[in-house]
């Protein structure tokens, strides 16, 4: 059984910063892409960054310059770095890993439960 854990939310002030972590656990041959989405009240769930399994990343506009994501693979954990925090990032965040369990089943997608983040003074 494949688990996804995020920590590292809370609450930021404008201008702070925060660093989330996704860690992937359980019977795993490959993981594939990684990447952060984010829902804010009332609104749609939301690309934020990804990575692949060779580095490259992808970033929503609204964040290109201010976060940062990485993997470590040997941990199977990938980060977000959010700096110059805006009370527009405030959401639930939440981690996507698409990967294997075994070489011969396809890849699928797998969803963590989310952590809130909050930007306000």
């Known amino acids: 059984q494949v688990q996804v854990m995020e920590s590292g939310g809370g609450l930021v002030q404008p201008g702070g910063s925060l660093r989330l972590s996704c860690a992937v656990s359980g019977s795993i041959f490959l993981i594939y892409d990684m990447g952060w989405y984010r829902q804010a009240p009332g609104k749609e769930r939301e690309l934020v960054a990804t990575i692949t399994n060779g580095d490259s990343t992808n970033y929503a506009d609204s964040v290109k310059g201010r976060f940062t994501i990485s993997r470590d693979n040997a941990k199977k954990t990938a980060y977000l770095q959010m700096n110059s925090l805006k009370p527009e990032d405030t959401a639930d965040y939440y981690c996507?890993?698409?990967?294997?369990?075994?070489?011969?089943?396809?890849?699928?997608?797998?969803w963590g439960q989310g952590t809130q983040v909050t930007v306000s003074s």
């Open positions: 996507n890993a698409v990967l294997r369990t075994v070489s011969w089943a396809p890849n699928r997608d797998y």
